[in-house]
């Protein structure tokens, strides 16, 4: 690239910062794009991937246990499965691991096609 390109590039970056519209990773800010209005329908499962986005980056593979996030969400163990479980079918998360019992705890990631959402 050229002196004039490269700058163009950063000044471009640089208005990005200044209207609050570039996220750096590892911020704990999660965006929420128009395609997530799917997540209306269901407001539990839109604060849970909200919780989800501010906690995890794009290659973390986690677990979402009801019974570990009653104490940073607001919702029964209960609405907290259910929003997993919206989440999963409206292909937002996709399991990697089934898992069984309590040693032995299923496992998540972001779907690679809607990591901008």
Excluded at 54 to 69: A, D, K, R, T
Aim: proline share 6%; charged share 20%.
């Amino acid at each position: 690239m050229t002196e004039a390109e490269v700058q163009k590039q950063v000044d471009g970056v640089w208005k990005l910062l200044q209207a609050g519209r570039c996220i750096a990773p590892g911020s704990k800010v999660a965006a929420i794009g128009q395609e997530a209005v799917k997540l209306y329908e269901y407001p539990p499962a839109l604060a849970l991937w909200v919780f989800l986005k501010q906690e995890h980056s794009p290659q973390h593979e986690f677990c979402v246990s009801p019974e570990g996030l009653t104490n940073r969400l607001p919702y029964s163990e209960n609405t907290i499965a259910k929003a997993r479980n919206y989440l999963l079918s409206v292909e937002l998360l996709a399991q990697t691991h089934k898992g069984v019992g309590k040693g032995n705890p299923s496992r998540f990631r972001f779907n690679s096609n809607t990591l901008n959402i």
